[in-house]
T-cell receptor, first 112, second 113 residues
Framework: GQQVMQIPQYQHVQEGEDFTTYCNSSTTLSNIQWYKQRPGGHPVFLIQLVKSGEVKKQKRLTFQFGEAKKNSSLHITATQTTDVGTYFCAGPTTSGTYKYIFGTGTRLKVLA | NAGVTQTPKFRVLKTGQSMTLLCAQD?????MYWYRQDPGMGLRLIHY???????AKGEVPDGYNVSRLKKQNFLLGLESAAPSQTSVYFC????????????FGDGTRLSIL
């Protein structure tokens, strides 16, 4: 079946270091979304990418959508303690764009 | 503007008991979703609805039922709770299909003893 995998599963970084999480889909995606979930909280939408090769930036966060639209990445420059949480990617299922399949998530811990 | 509201926030049940989780949204969204989140497994779709009066199965529907009698409400029912249903349940809604973001509620933490 369709799968969306993320690596790494966990990442500990020192404050100020960079961080990258990778999202890989078993199928081509029409778009991909990224969410952040703070510890004990709920997922919050960050951004959506639609075009092949698209790159979007939000302050210290850079999002990329692969040329083949099967992978994506989130890069955080100079992490801060406020970046702590789990980052999920999500793509529409092949059986219908109204359903999304979420990646397994990458949990980020930032050490001050 | 409350967004997506889930009740209750916490609940402990005994095996075999039944309960209903309520999700309410005030954003006039057509699409609503129920997910469960377990450690290391991300979010898995239980059931979803593409409009008032419609429901459909997601990835892990067994043991759950849903209803969407009103556009703003989406109910998730457990008829006979099992320990394997211990999880955090999230409701989400979106304006339409495809490229619309999902708005999540705060979650319901459910333990089945």
């Amino acid at each position: 079946g369709q799968q969306v995998m993320q690596i790494p599963q966990y990442q500990h970084v020192q404050e100020g270091e960079d961080f990258t999480t990778y999202c890989n889909s078993s199928t081509t995606l029409s778009n991909i979304q990224w969410y952040k979930q703070r510890p004990g909280g709920h997922p919050v939408f960050l951004i959506q990418l639609v075009k092949s090769g698209e790159v979007k930036k939000q302050k210290r966060l850079t999002f990329q959508f692969g040329e083949a639209k099967k992978n994506s990445s989130l890069h955080i420059t100079a992490t801060q303690t406020t970046d702590v949480g789990t980052y999920f990617c999500a793509g529409p299922t092949t059986s219908g764009t109204y359903k999304y399949i979420f990646g397994t998530g990458t949990r980020l811990k930032v050490l001050a | 503007n409350a967004g997506v509201t889930q009740t209750p926030k916490f609940r402990v049940l005994k095996t075999g008991q039944s309960m209903t989780l309520l999700c309410a949204q005030d954003m006039n969204h057509e699409y609503m979703y129920w997910y469960r989140q377990d450690p290391g497994m991300g979010l898995r779709l239980i059931h979803y609805s593409v409009g008032e009066g419609t429901t459909a199965k997601g990835e892990v529907p067994d043991g759950y039922n849903v209803s969407r009698l009103k556009k703003q409400n989406f109910l998730l029912g457990l008829e006979s709770a099992a320990p394997s249903q211990t999880s955090v349940y999230f409701c989400a809604s979106s304006y339409s299909a495809g490229v619309q973001p999902q708005h999540f509620g705060d979650g319901t933490r459910l333990s089945i003893l």
